[in-house]
């Protein structure tokens, strides 16, 4: 592939994604300052052209090869790839989300869709950081940006709450992790990702100090995927954000999380060899990685046996599926790693349409609470079609066939047991049955409880159901035809070492 001589020119080559991301934002400040809110339905439509044009730069940069660039500071490679593709799916949904949400329309729409897409930048450079120095900045992008869209709703104490409880967790998890950058440098002397592998391979260093670092920097990587001990933001934070923007926080940054973990991990900690991954220096992180897998999935499953809010059940249900896909760190080998890819396409999929389900409840009925969920599909037509998209999220989010969400936890499980975990892979399969419990209490409550209230249930906003609709087919779709998605996973599990 031909390659410009001109290191900066061809260097700008490949941030065509994120360039495009960034006209978007300058256009979006433009437009904010010209006409300021007498045009608000151009925003959306400017934010939404932003995602399609990125995906359409990263459609254009498939046949390039693999390069680091910028000074080695960010990576080119098919991992990068195909979390751009993820993440503009991520963001044009939240955008349609958005739309006729009482939540977003309260607030500063021009500002609320600026910084969507600007949160969309930073997730795009974390998930390509080379360096420790970009991880901890996009990092920060990240969350910062975050904190704001999670205190958005004008007026609402509970969305100031949730976003000042998010500001401290995540100030402390940020000082832990630059703390363990810091120790990692002192040992390797090297900030880049290779090098670091390269110093641990050659030299001898204290594997104790190694460790430390590794376990300080998981503060920073397991407060933003919501892992145990660093998930007690998850439920305060999704129940006080404006609803579109916690359904971009489940999976956009979550996802932007496992993609610098999954590069920080193979990359500074691990080497290749015949069989996939080995890890040559520090033997602590696969058993570390075990622990918090069983952790966060246990903790998330058990504490959302007993939630009666919606939106706290399902922040409870990520951070249980967070857990499952830590399971993939601990397997430690190229299925896992696109497994973990596979399930994050799947994820994105069934828990962005749970939200919508909530998002559209919660404008037509005013209730978050599942008692609100009660006879919902006995009030006509249309409570009927959303009962049912309801349901296969659910089954899909529990893996039961012929769901998405099956496929997914069979690639996770398959990986897990070929590297011989099958304690792993058991506590795994009894987490998804606890799991079958609060998932399946909401279907029961929507199709065999009284409705509270027996008027039909109101039009939602036409593009709503259509997304709705759209999703729920590719949920079914995928759980029976899933081979693309398996052979594009496969394909992007490849990381430039």
């Known amino acids: 592939m031909w390659r410009d001589s001109n290191p900066m020119r061809a260097d700008l080559t490949y941030f065509w994604p994120v360039s495009i991301l960034i006209g978007t934002i300058v256009l979006l400040f433009l437009i904010d300052f010209f006409l300021g809110e007498r045009r608000k339905s151009l925003y959306p439509f400017v934010a939404a052209s932003g995602?399609?044009?990125?995906?359409?730069?990263?459609?254009?940069?498939?046949?390039?090869?693999?390069?680091?660039?910028?000074?080695?500071?960010?990576?080119?490679?098919?991992?990068?790839?195909f979390f751009n593709y993820l993440f503009a799916g991520a963001l044009l949904l939240a955008i349609l989300f958005s739309t006729k949400s009482e939540e977003v329309e309260w607030t500063d729409e021009p500002s609320y869709y600026t910084l969507l897409v600007a949160l969309t930048l930073g997730m795009m450079l974390l998930a390509v950081s080379n360096h420790l120095l970009m991880i901890y900045l996009s990092l920060e992008l990240v969350s910062v940006l975050s904190y704001v869209l999670t205190g958005y709703v004008r007026g609402s104490r509970r969305s100031s709450e949730a976003a000042l409880k998010y500001?401290?967790?995540?100030?402390?998890?940020?000082?832990?992790?630059?703390?363990?950058?810091?120790?990692?440098?002192?040992?390797?002397?090297?900030?880049?990702?290779?090098?670091?592998?390269?110093?641990?391979?050659?030299?001898?260093?204290?594997?104790?100090?190694?460790?430390?670092?590794?376990?300080?920097?998981?503060?920073g990587f397991g407060y933003k995927i919501a892992a145990f001990p660093f998930q007690m933001w998850c439920p305060d934070v999704y129940e006080g954000a404006p609803t579109p923007f916690t359904a971009f926080l489940s999976v956009g940054p979550k996802a932007a999380g496992f993609a610098i973990l999954i590069r920080f991990f193979l990359t500074a900690m691990g080497t290749r060899g015949e069989a996939g991954f080995i890890d040559p220096k520090f033997s602590g992180w696969p058993e570390l990685m075990i622990i918090l897998s069983v952790a966060t999935m246990t903790l998330g499953n058990l504490a959302a046996l007993v939630q009666t809010n919606m939106k706290r059940l399902l922040a409870y249900s990520s951070i249980a599926h967070a857990g499952y896909m830590l399971m993939g760190f601990a397997a430690l080998n190229d299925d896992a790693v696109r497994a973990i890819l596979f399930y994050l396409v799947v994820y994105l999929l069934m828990n962005l349409g749970a939200f919508l389900v909530v998002i559209v409840v919660a404008n037509q009925l005013r209730v978050e609470d599942l008692q609100g969920y009660a006879g919902l599909s006995r009030r006509g037509g249309l409570g009927a079609a959303l009962s049912i998209a309801m349901a296969i999220f659910l089954f899909s989010l529990t893996g039961i066939p012929p769901f998405a969400g099956f496929i997914g936890k069979f690639y996770l499980f398959g990986a897990v047991i070929r590297s011989g975990l099958y304690g792993l892979a058991i506590i795994g399969?009894?987490?998804?049955?606890?799991s079958l419990y609060y998932y399946v209490r909401v279907v029961k409550l929507m199709f065999f409880d009284e409705a509270l209230d027996s008027r039909p249930f109101p039009m939602p906003v036409l593009r709503h159901g259509v997304a709705l609709a759209g999703l729920a087919f590719l949920t079914l779709y995928l759980g029976l035809f899933w081979n693309g998605l398996a052979n594009l996973s496969a394909r992007s599990a490849t990381l430039l070492f």
């Open 51 to 81: 995602a399609v044009g990125m995906a359409m730069a990263n459609a254009h940069m498939t046949n390039l090869p693999s390069v680091r660039f910028f000074s080695n500071m960010i990576v080119f490679d098919g991992m990068g790839h």
């Open 429 to 434: 399969v009894l987490n998804s049955v606890v």
């Open 167 to 219: 500001v401290i967790y995540g100030g402390v998890a940020s000082g832990i992790m630059a703390y363990g950058m810091s120790l990692l440098y002192g040992l390797t002397g090297s900030m880049e990702l290779p090098v670091i592998a390269d110093y641990l391979q050659t030299h001898a260093v204290n594997r104790s100090v190694l460790f430390l670092s590794v376990l300080l920097m998981m503060a």
